[in-house]
């Protein structure tokens, strides 16, 4: 018979439940809304917390302070949410970023090589000048403060108040580009 007494207290624990569900949920969908674009990803989201909110009430230990609970356990969702498609884009980009992907490795012909090696030499230094003059902004600044000046990434982010990804990224892009513009430049001094 002992078993049947909680019933009760748990009926309670259900309305209790039920009415914080009620007088949250629009509020809380709300404050998805403005961090999430995507309807259905805020719905998403949205279920996702009130399935949480669920599963911790009928935990032993209740939730003391449910409306705090349920704002903190959605901005989690949401930048899990965020998390898992930056990382899905980025694997979609085959992104790595190691040594290779943010240097340009230019080979130049030594100066004292001749007057062939010279000419060579001038001919990919002019090359690489258009090609720079060819970058957006941002990443031609990151590339010359980074490359040729000599700068370290925390220093630049530091200065900017740009994230050192954001930088890694803009300075990916420039040598990307510039490997490219510069393979033909190359090429033609081969012909």
């Known amino acids: ?12 624990r259900n309305l209790s439940l039920t009415a914080t569900v009620l007088r949250e949920r629009s509020r809380l969908m709300n404050f998805i809304r403005r961090r999430v674009r995507n309807q259905m990803d805020a719905e ?13 009430f009928r935990l032993p230990t209740s939730v003391e302070h449910a409306s705090a609970w349920l704002y903190q356990v959605a901005r989690n969702r949401i930048i899990d949410r965020f998390r898992k ?19 340009l490795d230019l080979a130049l012909p030594p100066a ?7 000419y060579a030499r001038a001919a990919l230094m002019q090359a690489l000048h258009e090609a720079l003059d060819e970058l957006p902004e941002e990443q031609r600044d ?7 000046e000599g700068r370290s990434f925390r220093d630049l982010s530091l ?3 740009i994230s050192v990804n954001t930088l890694l990224a803009r300075k990916r892009y420039a040598v990307i580009y510039l490997r490219s513009r510069l393979r033909a430049a190359y090429e033609e001094l081969e012909d």
Do not use: C
Request: charged share 35%; no cysteine.
């Open 1 to 12: 018979m002992e078993l049947w007494k909680p019933l009760p207290e748990m009926a309670d």
């Open 44 to 56: 998403d989201i949205l279920q996702e917390v009130l399935y949480a909110f669920v599963e911790a």
């Open 85 to 103: 498609r930056r990382e899905e884009l980025l694997g979609d980009a085959d992104w790595n970023y190691d040594a290779q992907d943010t240097r």
């Open 112 to 118: 004292d090589a001749g007057p062939e090696a010279e």
């Open 142 to 148: 990151v590339f010359i403060a980074h490359e040729i």
């Open 159 to 161: 200065q900017g108040s």
